[in-house]
């Protein structure tokens, strides 16, 4: 009993002492790692075709703008970095140290600038998830890291495909210098997982595998590798660097007329991480729930039809999800005794703090176990929902509309559990004030939405038993609003012809409704305080 007393009171006093480090530090199932969420266009109620993304790590960049297309000259160069923890600063962040530069191309599209570049003019878009791979593979002779490649494939690629074959290009002569990393990229047809590691110590290059997802499909990466066998003679659904195999056999990881599972030759670890098999259970199961599947198989289905097409909402809901109503439900089991001798959920108990009741209860796959000398040992369970999440996407492309109205970001801040999606349409030229305003690393300032989404994030969790269904009666009307207005909104976009007005429409839109969130933020966390005051 000391011991839950004391791990739930540090918790509660010191958040993130239990959150894991640089992603650097593990080889696979990162538990500060993110998640994206990938559907084809035969997938989705309306014929988008969708990645997603939530980018779950708090010391990655919280401001993002709108980077416009640009003509360059003949002599430019675009500056490489390479990115390492920065804990000088006021708060917790990487810094990021030039490494060498790459030619510039004459003219880029314009795209939208998150900490992980997301979307472009032509609706190609991105989502990305660390899966760690073989340490060996990581290359310091390299200059792209995942960041950079994100960034440049949105400037120089009008599809998924011609993306991958421009990373292909460009890492092959500037190398990838990154740990392993799936990036799903998607356009208005299809859409790809692309999963790529580095060449080895001391080489330049990269070894990469890429598959489709089904049109009527969706898929999921959850800080594992997941791709399998591949078939390079189905060109519609395959892709791999030439060198896939070489290095496999030069490494003695696989020979000649053995089976060949890239995630088995490349990251063998993350197919062992419980922290990305359960996210990845998790989302079929809440998607494609007929098929069953068991929460503790190592391996699921590339890809899975879902029972019905998929909308925003669901996958919204999704991001949201925290295993409630399952074994691993991390609100459950910590109890308190009513004023009639009743046992009860104590409102403390939530999956948002860095305590977690699996490892008090027992539940095999538990975040984390303390000895009986106090030392703390992560194993790897977390749910979708984190308390660490950065921001999060889902993007719709949509071959039906013109790029500026097809192509839109849904956008939330911190945590989704407690944050709600705004649009920002593909061809917006500014976003509101407060989301170009850095939160981080400076500290707290009113100025940024990142920090009004991260109060109120954080408060909710002090109380998350009873605070959340304050949030959620706040956020699901308004979010419901927004989705339910969407097409009405866009029909009156198309009827502007002059595209200059037609994207200072969708922008007035865009921070319209990017300014009112914020502000019903702030608000909604002055009444958690006024409301809960004496109960904490």
Known sequence: MRKIIFIILVSLLIPGLLVSGDKSDWEGGVPEGCTSITAGKGATVDGSVI???????????????????AKYKRNDKVIMYKRAADDSLAMPAYKHTP?????????TYGYLNTAYPCINEKQVAIGESTFGGRSELQSDECLIDCQRLCMLMLQRAASAREAIIIADELTRKYGWSDDGECLTISDKREVWHFEIVGPGKGKTGAVWAAQRVPDDHISVNA???RIREINLNDTDNFMASANVYSVAEEN???SEGEKFEFCYVYAPKSRKSIAG??????VFDLLAPSLKLSPTSENYPFSVKPDKRVSVQDIIEVFQDYYEGTPYDMTRN?????KEGKEVVSPLANPFLPYDQ?????????????????????????TIARWYTMYGTIIQSRDWLPDDVGGVVWLAQDNIASSIYIPVYCGVSDLPESY????RPGGYTRKSAWWAFNRLGTLTAQRWGDMRHDVRECWDPIQKELLDNQKGFEEKALKIKNIKKRREFLTNYTVKQGTRVVEKAWDLGDFLWTKYDEKF
Request: hydrophobic share 30%.
């Open 51 to 69: 990645t997603s993304h939530t980018d779950d790590s708090h010391k990655t960049r919280s401001w993002m703008d709108i980077m416009p297309a």
């Open 99 to 107: 490494v060498g530069s790459i030619p510039q191309i004459e003219k």
């Open 223 to 225: 800080n594992a590798s």
């Open 252 to 254: 003695g990881w696989w």
């Open 277 to 282: 098999r359960r996210r990845e259970w998790r």
């Open 334 to 338: 910590i109890t308190v005794t009513d």
């Open 358 to 382: 699996l490892g008090i209860d027992g539940v095999q796959g538990s975040w984390f176990q303390v000895s009986d000398e106090g030392d703390i040992r992560f194993l790897g369970e977390r």
């Open 436 to 439: 170009k305003t850095p939160g």
